[in-house]
């Protein structure tokens, strides 16, 4: 038992240190120079966790609020609006950011979306393609319980690149965009290691409490 959670240690103590190469990855691409998003199909991997900048038209009649957003404990929205990017047919999901949510919740807030071609600049993140849903959230209506790209490019019947903006360039429109540090999750694997030697230490305690014991017995 000591041998095995002791192995279990020292592989979440690996899995940390490959966690903090990852974390240092992703922090180096956050800090590295923004790079243009073509209108161009893409690889989400060519374009994730970089700052990309990206030139468009939003397409606000499309924007939608997902729900149960917290900031600073009050509870709000994230709002999205697809941007047709100049020179083709593709376009790209922008989390322009959070707005609080009304007392009535019948009231959603209102939101301005500036005309004409825009320059953004944000972080380019690729949501998860599952999420936990007590049921399929199948609402038309213009608030969602979760961001699926796939569930989006059905709706609207557009080409979505396979990533989400996180918008980082100001403007004038009350959001906040107070966006968490990407986190490889070096932490978890450091407190699973923790663990597993506490037990490790326990059943070598219990080992030699129990010996001790016996030898005491038959003395």
Do not use: C
């Amino acid at each position: 038992f000591v041998l095995l959670t002791l192995s279990l240690g020292e592989w979440q103590t690996r899995r940390a240190q490959e966690k903090l190469e990852l974390q240092a990855r992703i922090d180096a691409l956050a800090a590295s120079p923004a790079v243009a998003l073509p209108a161009r199909a893409i690889e989400a991997s060519e374009f994730a966790q970089r700052t990309i900048e990206v030139r468009g038209e939003f397409l606000a009649e499309k924007t939608l609020f997902i729900d149960n957003r917290v900031y600073r404990m009050q509870p709000g929205y994230h709002v999205i609006t697809p941007l047709r990017i100049s020179g083709g047919n593709a376009h790209v999901v922008i989390n322009r950011g959070w707005v609080a949510a009304d007392p009535r919740r019948d009231v959603l807030p209102r939101v301005d979306t500036p005309m004409g071609e825009q320059v953004l600049q944000g972080l380019a993140i690729i949501p998860p393609e599952h999420v936990y849903e007590l049921a399929p959230d199948t609402s038309r209506g213009p608030v969602r319980q979760n961001l699926a790209l796939e569930r989006l490019r059905a709706q609207w019947r557009i080409a979505l690149q396979p990533v989400v903006v996180l918008q980082t360039s100001s403007a004038a429109d009350g959001f906040v965009r107070d966006w968490p540090r990407q986190d490889a999750g070096v932490n978890t694997h450091l407190a699973y290691a923790l663990q597993w030697r506490v037990m490790a230490a326990v059943g070598l305690l219990l080992w030699v409490s129990l010996n001790l014991r016996k030898v005491h017995d038959n003395d």
